[in-house]
């Protein structure tokens, strides 16, 4: 019963009918810096993907050698 209407519900919320009316890479990037609604404004920092964290850290080495 209600697996029948969670399998409708699954085509309208298909990535790929949105992928028509948006560009891809908003999807993707939606994706990527997507955090749980919970954890935002705690500890976002932990939260970030990997390329994120080392940009972070090649940034702060950066400013920490000019400074």
Do not use: C, Y
């Not at 990535?15 to 609604?37: C, G, I, K, N, Y």
């Not at 935002?40 to 940009?55: A, D, F, I, Y």
């Amino acid at each position: 019963m209600d697996s029948r209407e969670f399998h409708g519900d699954r085509r309208f919320h298909r990535p790929a009918s949105v992928d028509l009316r948006q560009p891809r890479h908003t999807l993707t990037t939606r994706e990527r810096s997507a955090t749980p609604p919970a954890t935002l404004g705690h500890s976002t920092h932990n939260n970030k993907p990997p390329k994120m964290k080392r940009l972070d850290k090649w940034i702060g080495n950066l400013l920490s050698e000019r400074g």
